[in-house]
């Protein structure tokens, strides 16, 4: 008989364990068996076995004070887990398992967390829509028939099918705030810096930062306060104390100065989500925060010099999946076997972004593209900035438009490339952004508000979110399935 | 000279030194030489998915000591760039390496070469990781590869082309291993890779403004084989500018054994590396205050040591430049020297006996030095003083010395346990005259009519009669004394 505990926030789960009420067995086994349900249809893990999660229950006994004791959690495929397949949603993976932990990995576990299964994903999170893993597409838990974002789709997925209370997903251009809107729960970007990329498969190393998904704010919070770490074995990562984030889960936002960039409500963005935005905002208004206008110059610039900087960090980050050490190996003298090897293991887009990034690197290129991108970088960068000295968070949709449906992307990379312009900019610029359910369009598909704010001002986004959340039923509704 | 009559030449050369820190560049594994295949190795400097590099900045303490050693210009600003090329033994496809911004640049360094100083100048020195080792197994038809080298911290030294020919620049590489192991940061083994030398090299009609096209020469394995790579291409190039042909802008491969070299790839098969800067490692400022402590730890360099060497101890332009080649020779000369007054006879004795001793037995160990002999300083001067008071003669030093070593026991101790003073009691010493005397008939009648060579052999015969316990100082003036011709 099944029970029903993977309905529950990571939270509630947490006080049941807690109370003992409920065995870490319990929680786990309503998940497992959510998943065995319904993983057919939604297909958000690439891998995931009973066998795993026994052994994940032997491994918390003794963590029981700790903050997500007994909690499963979906950990995307590009994310180091000793012993277990990785596989970036890749064929040149094939069999890959780490030595080590990722850094996020062992905080997980230091807190009793239990890794329920390996999220789906774009390859090497290339794409906005989680279909371009070689384990096929993830389906939107809302209508099968639509992407759920992506890149990281099957963590998005998960945690709005209740196949994982939470979940770890990566955001370099977007991909955790966009399937967390198509989705319909709330997914956070964390600033660079602040949570560990040591064991994170790196697709673009300055542009890359592990996050949270959760079904609310006080999830994203408890998760956020796991994941953040100063860590010597990441040159990138901040050594900056980690606040307790569940101290900004207050109800209001009298006073809060927010943002409104006027080049984000361009053409070509979905009228729900106009709509749907606009709404938010007016009731955020009402709470009390002071909205005005913000402008943010340098917008127009970011899909283009995301499309540069990522794939070029891409194109040499991906080149150690050569077939010498690990994964697909073809057969044959040296320069064959490279060549049978990355053509065989790659799929297009990742051919795509390499090609690009190879491209724009070249000697003769470098100053036009690179280069430039770097500059373009640096004035955007000023833009936040600047608009931070007036205003404590920014307000933007999340994405132009609600899902599409699967396939109808896929042979038109630019469209694909567009469904992250409102996210870009946080990447680019190092600044933490959230993604919070804000409506739905007529379908019933969900639509998110992003809230970004000042590098290492985390609790601004949750103040906002939580505030928002607290005056609003959005994040309640679950998919039907 | 090597410079043939109607060309100039010149090179420039690129010298990779493996940097002596006890663990790796941007990981903890250990550096040590000659571990099991890939037994000193992590995700890190195994280049796996998801690991990442973390500077040491033991490293850079290093680099700065011979960006500094050569007159460099320390950079303000510490930035790391990548180096895309495939290779197998280059596990992340890139080798992290410093492209625009080198830690150090500028500098120069004074040779002596020909017996005469020259600067030679050094365009940079940059920090960058090593790769691994291939290993062709025979009869194979793969091959295996051992990433325990990868990650070991790596220097480039670029000079400007200022060298003029062959032994320059082995005169060149002389004193820049020099200048390392004085500064204690490498081993400089070429052998073991420690220690490895790219050369540039053009030709030019002499008088000629724009320098030739030049040559890249890789894989020579001992000074003496960069030497003899850079006489060959300079033949190989007068060869083909003589028959009127031009010279292909190219790399190539030296082969020791055959003695030559032959091409490896063109200008346009040559890799595009794509650089750009590390977005794993943070660019960071250099600390002035670090650059100015490491300042404090630079010894006196072996070129000043020289010019201190000929004006203090007045010691001969061979001895004094054999003697500052290794620093812990030339520590062991001035221990001495604060010893022992007679500057020379210690060259003499460190130049000759002592570092021949010291090859016969320590020519196959790295990082052996003069003190490995066991011969305290102390014990060198007090065998030196024996001669002085003329307890033993220079022939018994020089057999005492191997029992120095062998023994570990001090001179006067040997001299006494052997019964090897020297003779000074004159009753004794006058018996032993009077036998070579009345037994050598002939030559005494020769010296006395005059012919001085058979003084000569009367005096060896008395050395052979007392084991060579005899001063032939004293002996020659007793001789000369009895046959009547003082």
Redesign the interface.
């Known amino acids: 008989m099944p029970n029903d505990l993977y309905k529950l926030t990571a939270y509630e789960i947490r006080e049941l364990i807690k109370k003992r009420d409920v065995s870490p067995e319990e929680a786990a086994s309503s998940f497992s068996d959510r998943i065995g349900r319904i993983d057919d249809k939604v297909n958000a893990f690439i891998s995931y076995d009973k066998e795993n999660i026994k052994e994940e229950l032997k491994r918390i006994k003794g963590k029981e004070a700790g903050a997500l004791y007994g909690v499963p959690v979906a950990v995307k495929d590009?994310?180091?887990v000793e012993g277990r397949l990785?596989t970036?949603g890749s064929k040149i993976?094939e069999g890959?398992k780490?030595?080590?932990n990722?850094t996020v990995i062992e905080n997980l576990r230091r807190e009793g967390a239990i890794v329920i299964g390996r999220a789906n994903m774009d390859e090497f999170a290339f794409g906005s829509s989680c279909e371009t893993s070689c384990y096929g597409p993830t389906r939107n838990p809302w209508d099968l028939e639509r992407i759920p974002g992506g890149s990281s789709g099957g963590a998005a997925a998960s945690v709005a099918a209740g196949e994982a209370a939470i979940s770890l997903g990566s955001d370099t251009g977007g991909s955790i705030r966009q399937p967390a809107a198509l989705c319909g729960v709330v997914g956070m970007k964390p600033t660079y810096g602040r949570v560990s990329?040591?064991?994170?498969?790196?697709f673009?190393?300055?542009l890359d930062q592990i996050g949270p998904f959760a079904r609310d704010m006080r999830d994203c919070a408890l998760l956020l306060n796991v994941i953040s770490s100063y860590d010597?074995?990441?040159?990138?990562s901040v050594d900056r104390k980690v606040p307790d984030y569940t101290n900004a889960l207050v109800n209001d936002i009298k006073g809060v100065r927010i943002g409104i960039p006027k080049e984000y409500f361009i053409e070509g963005i979905d009228a729900q989500v106009k709509d749907s935005v606009s709404s938010a905002i007016k009731l955020l208004e009402k709470l009390g925060a002071k909205v005005d206008e913000v402008s943010l110059p340098h917008t127009d610039h970011a899909v283009s010099t995301y499309y540069i900087i990522g794939p070029?960090?891409a194109?040499?980050n991906?080149?150690?999946?050569?077939g010498?050490?690990?994964g697909l190996r073809a057969k044959g003298p040296?320069l064959d076997m490279?060549k049978d090897t990355r053509a065989a293991g790659f799929g297009d887009e990742a051919k795509r972004r390499i090609i690009l990034g190879?491209y724009v690197?070249?000697?003769g290129y470098?100053d036009a593209y690179?280069l430039k991108a770097l500059k373009v970088r640096t004035k955007m960068r000023e833009d936040f900035e600047k608009a931070f000295e007036s205003f404590d968070c920014i307000v933007t949709p999340t994405s132009p438009t609600p899902a599409f449906k699967i396939g109808e992307r896929v042979d038109d990379p630019l469209s694909m490339y567009l469904s992250d312009i409102f996210t870009i900019p946080a990447n680019l610029t190092g600044i933490p952004g959230v993604s919070i359910p804000c409506g739905f369009a007529e379908t019933d598909l969900p639509i998110g508000l992003q809230i970004l704010a000042r590098p290492f001002n985390e609790e601004m986004l949750i103040r906002v979110g939580y505030t928002f959340q607290e005056n609003s039923a959005f994040h309640k509704k679950r998919p039907r399935l | 000279m090597t410079t043939t009559a109607k060309y100039e030449t010149t090179i420039g050369l690129e010298v990779h030194v493996q940097l002596s820190t006890q663990s790796k560049i941007f990981c903890g594994c250990s550096t040590k030489f000659g571990a099991t295949a890939n037994t000193q190795t992590c995700p890190v400097c195994m280049g796996l998915p998801g690991a990442l590099p973390v500077f040491n900045r033991k490293v850079l303490s290093y680099a700065i000591k011979v960006g500094l050693a050569v007159n460099c210009s320390i950079a303000g600003m510490m930035k790391f760039d990548r180096k895309n090329y495939f290779y197998p033994d280059l596990p992340k496809g890139f080798q992290i390496s410093q492209y625009d911004l080198p830690l150090a640049a500028n500098g120069e360094l004074v040779i002596l070469t020909g017996g005469v100083q020259k600067k030679i100048r050094i365009t940079r020195v940059h920090l960058e990781e090593d790769a691994g080792k291939l290993i062709h197994v025979e009869g194979e038809d793969s091959s295996l590869v051992d990433f325990n080298r990868c990650g070991t911290p790596l220097l480039e030294i670029v000079s400007e082309p200022d060298i003029d020919s062959p032994q320059e620049a082995y005169d060149y590489l002389t004193e820049l291993k020099a200048i390392l192991k004085y500064l204690g940061v490498s081993d400089c083994n070429m052998e073991e890779g420690s220690l490895r030398c790219d050369a540039n090299i053009s030709l030019r009609p002499k008088g000629q403004r724009e320098l030739g096209v030049r040559t890249e020469l890789k894989n020579m394995n001992t000074f003496k084989g960069v030497k003899n790579a850079l006489e060959y291409e300079i033949e190989r190039q007068e060869e083909i500018l003589e028959d009127g042909g031009r010279i292909v802008q190219e790399t190539r491969l030296w082969n020791d054994a055959a003695g030559k070299s032959s091409s490896m790839r063109s200008k346009e098969e040559a890799f595009d590396y794509r650089y750009f800067p590390e977005p794993d490692l943070v660019p960071f400022t250099v600390d002035k205050k670090l650059v100015g402590s490491v300042r404090e730890t630079i010894p006196e360099l072996p070129r000043k040591r020289y010019e201190r060497f000929l004006s203090d101890y007045k010691l001969p332009v061979l001895a004094a430049s054999t003697i500052v080649q290794d620093k812990d020779t030339a520590d062991y000369f001035e221990e001495c020297a604060t010893l022992y007054k007679k500057p020379h006879i210690i060259a003499n004795w460190i130049t000759g006996d002592i570092l021949s001793e010291f090859n016969k037995r320590f020519s196959s160990e790295r990082n052996a030095t003069i003190m490995d002999l066991g011969i305290k300083p102390e014990d060198l001067v007090e065998m030196l003083r024996l001669i002085d008071k003329g307890e033993i003669s220079g022939k018994i030093a020089k057999a005492i010395l191997p029992e120095m070593i062998e023994t570990k026991q001090s001179p006067d101790e040997i001299v006494k346990a052997k019964g090897m003073f020297q003779i000074k009691d004159k009753d004794e010493l006058a018996k032993i005259l009077d036998g070579v005397i009345s037994s050598n008939a002939k030559p005494v009648e020769d010296y006395k009519n005059g012919k001085e060579a058979a003084l000569a052999f009367l005096v060896g015969q008395v050395m052979k009669a007392t084991k060579g316990k005899a001063s032939p100082k004293i002996v020659n003036e007793m001789l000369k004394e009895r046959m009547g011709r003082p």
């Open positions: 590009n994310i180091c990785t970036c993976l890959f780490p030595p080590y990722a990329r040591y064991g994170l498969i790196a673009a190393s300055s010597p074995k990441d040159s990138t070029a960090e194109s040499s991906l080149a150690r999946f050569d010498v050490q690990y040296l490279y190879t690197l070249s000697s470098y690179y």
